[in-house]
Structure formats: structure tokens, C-alpha cells
């Protein structure tokens, strides 16, 4: 994620001294905690390297937008903890979220043009700034603007294929769903209903289905009566132990901790 960084900056002809140095301190600081956590895990991934996660950003863009608000308030506590209060490892920790959301944007169809104008709008913001609170501050601003521009772009039509995929899922979630069978449903091959699907929603078609089987068994889930096997299965999947991983992954609790929360009222 650094290389994105710097090689965005060098491009857009930030080449001063002093952001020179910035970018070093930058890169030291990512080298020592990438060896960190290599060390104690004995293996490099990118969860590892980085509390944040792109395609989880992704995910949680389908939620109401006080769970999304949430989520980012959340994110930004957690890199302010990890970052020991320190500015220059926020400040980097701030850039690395701020590249992320570009290519989110980018992903979910916006175009170049709107990242481009996003980085270019709070990157020198973030390099001067100099207390941990402006840092999130100015993230907090640019988050904000980041989900004006994902509503805006959200209220555009979607292309009538794309709907027709989706509507198809929401009526057959419980069944046993592929890229083939969903883009045979509206005549198109695989790979041409991959692509567009994925252009106009942020997200790959499988992706859409797992989501869609979540939300369902959110419903089943605040109904005592179901037991977990029950509901994995009526809502598409065949394994409840998967259902529970997949489950925890979009919500970040499992199905038996959702249920407890529900059942008190929380």
C-alpha cells in the first residue's frame, strides 16, 4: 500500500523536500510494523499489514448510513490505537485509508476523476497536518464527502441486466446459486454478467448472493424458534459451521452472539 502511496504522490509532482522526507519516515515506519507482525505470525498477508480492508469497506458501503458512519468512527479508533498516539504513524495510517477509499470509488464505477479530485483535495491537508486530532479530523471530512459521492452515484439507474440479476437473487438466495445459472436467468455470458454487475454494484456477483443469504438470516435469526443449522440452511447455505464464518465475517459477530443481541433488545 505505501508503493500506491508514493507512486500516487510522485505522480501528481509532490516532490519537495520536505515530502520526501515525509514519505521515508513513512516508509521505515510501514517496514518495522510489517516485520512486527511477520515476526509473530511467521507469515505475510494482508490482514497482517493493514487494519484496513478494501473489500471490507466494500461490504459495509450496503449497510444503512449510521452503520457505515459507525464503522469509519470505529476504524479510525482502532489506527489511532495502533498508531500509539503517534503522529507520523497516523498521519501514514490516514493517507493509506485515503488511498483505499479512491480505489473503492473506483471499483464501485465512479471513474478516476472523482478519486483523483478526493486524494488531491485532502493529501496535503494530511501532510501538514501536525496533532493526532486534525488527522482524524480531516479523515473524518473526507469520509463524509466520500459517502455524498457513493450516494449520489448509488441513486444513478442501474443497467436493467444488472437489476434483472439481482431481482433473480433475491428470489432464489435459498437455492443453490452460480455465476453461470444467475447470468444464464438473463441471457449473458458469465464473464460479460461478472463485469457489469460488478461495475454497477462494487461488487463481484457471489459476493451480492452471500450478502443477500446474510440479510435473510438476519431475519430468521431474530425468531427464537430457528436453530442455527435451520436457518444456514434455508437460506442457502449447506454447512452451518460456513454460514457461521461467512456470517461473522459480514457482521463481525456470529449468528449466536446476533441472536443474544436481538433477543435483549439491543
Known amino acids: 500500500m505505501l508503493y500506491v502511496v508514493a507512486n500516487y504522490i510522485m505522480q501528481a509532482g509532490w516532490k519537495s523536500i520536505n515530502q520526501a522526507k515525509e514519505l521515508t519516515t513513512l516508509s521505515s515506519l510501514y517496514y518495522e510494523e510489517i516485520k512486527k507482525h511477520s515476526s509473530s505470525s511467521g507469515e505475510l498477508n494482508h490482514s497482517a499489514c493493514s487494519t484496513i480492508d478494501e473489500n471490507e469497506i466494500l461490504l ?42 479512491s480505489r473503492v470509488m473506483e471499483r464501485a464505477g465512479m471513474g478516476s476523476i472523482y478519486s483523483a479530485d478526493m486524494i488531491n483535495k485532502y493529501m ?39 437489476n434483472s440479476m439481482m431481482q433473480y437473487i433475491q428470489k432464489n438466495y435459498m437455492k443453490k446459486l452460480s455465476l453461470e445459472t444467475i447470468a444464464e436467468s438473463v441471457n449473458l455470458s458469465p464473464s460479460y454478467a461478472g463485469k457489469i454487475f460488478k461495475k454497477d454494484t462494487g461488487m463481484p456477483i457471489m459476493t451480492y448472493v452471500l450478502k443477500t443469504r446474510i440479510e435473510k438470516a438476519k431475519d430468521f435469526l431474530r425468531n427464537p424458534h430457528y ?18 464464518k461467512v456470517f461473522k465475517k459480514f457482521e463481525g459477530i456470529s449468528p449466536t452472539q446476533f441472536r443474544k443481541y436481538h433477543k435483549k433488545g439491543g
Open 60 to 101: 459495509q458501503l450496503h449497510k444503512k448510513e449510521k452503520e457505515i458512519k459507525l464503522y469509519f468512527q470505529n476504524l479510525i479508533a482502532i489506527l489511532r490505537y495502533e498508531s500509539k498516539n503517534g503522529i507520523p504513524m497516523m498521519r501514514s495510517k490516514m493517507i493509506e485509508l485515503l488511498v483505499i477509499l
Open 227 to 244: 436453530q442455527i443449522e435451520e436457518i444456514a440452511n434455508n437460506v442457502g447455505f449447506s454447512d452451518a459451521s460456513y454460514f457461521t
Open 124 to 162: 496535503n491537508s494530511l501532510l501538514e497536518s501536525n496533532s493526532i486530532e486534525s488527522l482524524g479530523s480531516i479523515m473524518l471530512e473526507a469520509i463524509d464527502e466520500f459517502l455524498k459521492l457513493m450516494h449520489e452515484s448509488s441513486n444513478k439507474p442501474l443497467n436493467p441486466n444488472v
